[in-house]
């Protein structure tokens, strides 16, 4: 078997996957900020339910979601079905923060 970077063709595709990659990893960063960011907000959240005794889930709100983030997926070309399933991983975890901060505030 040939090593890849021994040819110039190799090198270059090696050049275009590192630069890929470093694209890759530069969008990792800024959804992990942006993840971050956003649970700022849903922590404020979670404090007022908190204090005004809501409940930690709204299925209404989470309806309303699903829908508008499925379609932002289908305008993006991004399958809807691994959108919502994003995104029910993140309400899962802003749903247990909030328990958290409610039973905290009890």
Known sequence: MTDVAA????AEV???LTAL???????????VHLLAERF?????????KAAAGLPAADPDRERQQVARLRALAEDAHLDPAFAEAFLAFIV???IHHHERLADDHR
């Open 40 to 48: 700022k907000f849903t922590q404020q959240v979670g404090r007022l």
């Open 21 to 31: 990659r470093g694209s890759i990893d530069n969008i990792d960063a800024a959804l």
């Open 14 to 16: 090696l050049g275009e």
């Open 7 to 10: 040819t110039a063709e190799g």
């Open 92 to 94: 899962a975890e802003v």
